[in-house]
């Protein structure tokens, strides 16, 4: 039985940062993921927003992490080669009462040093706001909000921790954790670890997980949020993040923009019972579709591209991170809710001071490469480069997806870097992800799927066992 | 950059057309891009007959219809064909960029014809909430994986839209031993030909369900079942005619659209193009129901552009 000095458990952004930032140290970590590749859970399905932390009390976890996690993101963005923009976002007043509600907003963000707020009046919003609906009174303006791929991202951490030696097993589901002194047994679908610390960094199962260890103090809840995703030939609709004045159980419905240049509307905010339901349905949509034209007008339900749900995992109003004294060298991270993609980095560093305040012996190895190295998409470098990268490797030239122009190359590369699922190959490239939604790539990229990986074409899944794209193949006459 | 007389984006039947007949009406340099290995476009998936009987006075299968113009094109020499190429940026005087494995190129020719096609509605245009697993196609994809590619999309489906393409992949699907649980179409009546209702769906006794719509779609991993209701003249659901139907497919067949992202991008509108060169023609002009007429149009459309051609020349 392999034996680690920290297991995590949970391939999401939370574990995979964790990962990440354990990799300096001279440790034996591994990842354990029950999906067949990271990223599958919680992290997959969120608005991309790296908050700027205003909309948090001032004595909040979640508030005091968003700020620093927002400031970290873009060191780390740099270093892991990932796009972060920065937009800025205004959290829109109608009405006098919403103004005040505004200013309390302000006071708390300035408590948690939110920098560069402001806030804007009607004359500025008409200029720098065009499409804003007209019965905007005043906004409080961030400027520090952005914009990221949270899958990529998850996906960034995960292999620059694995450059640094990092262990990752996905199709991995924990089953149960026991405590044989000084270790945990950890016991999974696959194969038995060992392992001094756990970090339980399970999303949406963090209950179960903590369960598991003999932690029976939270219940995770989840909270379904629908988003809908409009054509990128409206990539201009907006310049900034809009946001309505938060609800005292979620931000309300925005009308942002994925970091691929999509605009797109949601949340809703349901509490539901089943952990597994990422259904949209009518309501929601029809909810999404007032909150964003109340935002802003002109938003049609006709250039709506794509649609997805996901669940927030709630445990109470704030995060839950902590050593759990009761069972020594078990931590959960747990109730990791919005802003958890924008706050994951600050968590992982909260990680390694109570790690370390709780006997685990921390040294920096030597060598920590802490760059990524960038891959290249055709049309998004100039023209000469994008030349002398196909004299030199024809297969950029060579089209799969023609909505999103990704080329074969960029999909063996993605094959290469861990894509294991159609699902997978469209987290990293984007095929898929246009407005014919695979209509025309899906044979070829099967087919791709199928040599690198070795697999036969019947085997091809969307996203693991039971979700094959075809049901057999036929003999050829 | 390369010069041109004539460039002719897409390989299908309206760009097979439109060079012939600007051949014919005395342009001698011609080339013509196409994004896939072959020429043909969509009809080298419908293997089915129903194509020709205007134009050829028979009935052809869509590959045999096709054939007759690719080995017309090989006989003229003067019609460079460049396979492998995929037009990606067009800039309203007519320079256009492509790309192959291994190069990238441009052109500009003194007449541009776009002929790349349509592509298929599809479940998120529509709005159909529910899951997203495995199993949902557009009916278009599921006759290429099961006629070029040997692969058999799922065992028992349920198709959304009466069109035609919708009534020629179940007959399909019943061929492939599969089984066809409801064709589910919101209007009236069908918007497919009578002889492809007859022949594709009563023939084989799949039930077809008018005023109805698919109301959510359900499965984890792969579709499991698909909720159904009747609805009133406002597309509203008819309270208590809700049916729950079992199924692993969930072919999408709620029509097509013209394709025409490169001449959006140059800013040129699609009834100005003529003004400066650029004509469109086939699918990618508007959605066509017989090829046949797609021929005939598109060879007008490549005698206009051999007009305008020979008079900016003089
Ligand atoms: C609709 C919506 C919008 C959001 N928008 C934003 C936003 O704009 N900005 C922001 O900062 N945050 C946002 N969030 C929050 C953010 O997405 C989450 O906080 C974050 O993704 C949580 O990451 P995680 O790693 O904790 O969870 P996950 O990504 O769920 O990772 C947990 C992993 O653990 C695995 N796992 C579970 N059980 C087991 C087991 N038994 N064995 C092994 N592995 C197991 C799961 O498969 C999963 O991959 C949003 C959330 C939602 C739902
Ligand atoms: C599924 C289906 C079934 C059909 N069944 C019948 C039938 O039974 N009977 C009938 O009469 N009609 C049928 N039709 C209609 C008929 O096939 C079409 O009317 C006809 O193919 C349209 O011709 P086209 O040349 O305009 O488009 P296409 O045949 O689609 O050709 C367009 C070509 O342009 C190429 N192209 C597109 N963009 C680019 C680019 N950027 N760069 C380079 N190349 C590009 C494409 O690869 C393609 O080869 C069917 C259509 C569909 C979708």
């Excluded at chain 1, 961030?142 to 991202?153: D, E, H, K, L």
Aim: with cysteine.
């Amino acid at each position: 039985m392999t034996r680690y000095d920290v297991a995590i458990i949970g391939g999401g952004v939370v574990g995979t940062a964790i990962g990440r930032e354990l990799s300096r140290y001279k440790l034996r970590i591994a990842i354990l993921e029950k999906e067949v590749e990271l990223a599958f859970g919680v992290s997959k399905s969120n608005s991309g927003i790296i908050h700027p932390g205003t909309q948090h009390s001032p004595g909040s976890l979640k508030g005091r992490l968003c700020v620093e996690g927002n400031l970290l993101t873009r060191k780390l963005a740099r270093e892991l080669s990932i796009d972060f923009k920065e937009v800025g976002e205004l959290i829109v007043a109608f009405n006098e009462d919403e103004y005040k509600r505004l200013l309390k907003l302000e006071k708390d963000a300035r408590a948690l040093v939110v920098p560069g707020l402001r806030i804007v009046d009607r004359a500025w919003l008409k200029k720098n706001e065009p499409n804003l609906s007209n019965e905007a009174m005043a906004a409080l303006y961030a400027p520090t909000a952005g914009i990221i791929s949270p899958y990529r991202w998850v996906y960034d951490f995960a292999e620059n921790a694995v450059r640094n030696g990092v262990e990752i097993h996905a199709e991995t589901k924990v089953e149960n954790i026991l405590f044989k002194k000084p270790d945990f047994e950890i016991i999974s679908s696959r194969d038995n670890f060992l392992a001094r610390y756990v970090i339980n960094a399970a999303g949406l199962y963090a209950d179960e997980i903590s369960a598991m260890a003999g932690v029976n103090n939270f219940k995770i809840r989840p909270r379904k949020g629908e988003e809908f995703l409009l054509d990128k030939k409206k990539e201009d609709l907006t310049r900034h993040l809009l946001f309505p004045l938060p609800s005292k159980t979620s931000k309300g419905i925005l009308v942002t923009r994925t970091s691929d240049g999509n605009p797109m509307i949601g949340p809703t905010a349901e509490e539901i019972e089943d952990k597994e339901d990422l259904s949209t349905t009518e309501d929601g949509l029809k909810k999404v579709l007032e909150g964003a034209k109340r935002l802003v007008p002109s938003i049609n339900a006709n250039d709506i591209i794509a649609y997805f749900a996901g669940l927030r995992p709630t445990a109470g109003d704030d995060f839950i991170i902590r050593h759990e004294d009761k069972v020594p060298g078990f931590l959960n991270v747990a109730g990791i809710q919005s802003p958890g993609l924008t706050a994951a980095p600050a968590i992982a560093l909260m990680i390694v001071e109570i790690l370390k305040n709780n006997g685990l012996e921390m040294k920096k190895k030597l060598v920590f490469h802490k760059h990524r190295k960038k891959e290249f998409h055709l049309f998004a470098i100039v023209p000469e480069k994008a030349k002398g990268l196909i004299q030199k490797d024809a297969s950029y030239g060579d089209i799969v997806c023609r909505c999103e122009m990704v080329s074969a190359k960029e999909v063996r590369e993605a094959i290469a870097r861990g894509a294991k699922t159609m699902d997978g190959i469209k987290f990293r490239t984007r095929a898929q992800a246009g407005r014919c939604h695979g209509s025309f790539c899906t044979p070829r990229l099967m087919k791709l799927l199928s040599e690198e990986a070795r697999m036969p074409l019947a085997g091809v899944t969307k996203r693991g066992p039971g979700s094959e794209i075809v049901k057999k193949e036929r003999a050829r006459g | 950059m390369v010069k041109r007389d004539l460039v002719v984006v897409g390989g299908g039947p309206a760009g097979m057309a439109a060079v012939i007949a600007a051949h014919e009406n005395g342009i001698r340099d011609i080339l013509l891009i196409e994004r896939d290995q072959y020429l043909g476009g969509l009809l080298n998936q419908c293997i089915h007959t129903g194509f020709g009987l205007d134009y050829f006075g028979e009935l052809l299968t869509g590959p045999e219809y096709a054939d007759r113009f690719i080995k017309k094109i090989r006989a003229i020499p003067d019609i460079e064909v460049s396979t492998r190429s995929f037009a990606v940026r067009l800039t309203g005087d007519r320079t256009l960029t492509y790309l192959k494995p291994g190069g990238i190129f441009t052109v500009r020719p003194k007449a541009l014809i776009m002929a790349t096609g349509c592509r298929e509605r599809t479940r998120e245009m529509i709005h159909i909430p529910g899951t997203r697993p495995a199993g949902i196609f557009s009916a278009g994809l599921a006759q290429r994986l099961i006629n070029i590619e040997g692969l058999l999309p799922g065992k028992e489906a349920v198709i959304i839209g009466s069109g035609d393409i919708g009534l020629i992949m179940a007959r399909r699907f019943i061929l492939e031993g599969a089984k066809v649980k409801a064709i589910v179409e919101i209007q009236a009546k069908t918007r497919g030909l009578t002889r492809n209702v007859v022949q594709c769906v009563e023939d084989f006794g799949i039930p077809i369900y008018f005023n109805h719509k698919v109301l959510k779609i359900y499965g984890k991993n792969r579709v499991e079942k698909v909720t159904v209701a009747e609805v009133d003249e406002g597309m509203n659901e008819i309270a208590g005619t809700r049916t729950t139907i079992e199924c692993d497919t969930v072919l999408v067949s709620v029509g097509l659209i013209p394709e025409n992202e490169l001449i959006e991008m140059a800013g040129v509108p699609i009834d100005k193009g003529m003004d400066s060169g650029i004509f469109v023609c086939g699918n990618s002009f508007k959605v066509y129901d017989y090829v046949d007429s797609v021929t005939s149009d598109s060879e007008k459309a490549g005698k206009l552009a051999a007009e305008y051609i020979k008079s900016a020349v003089s």
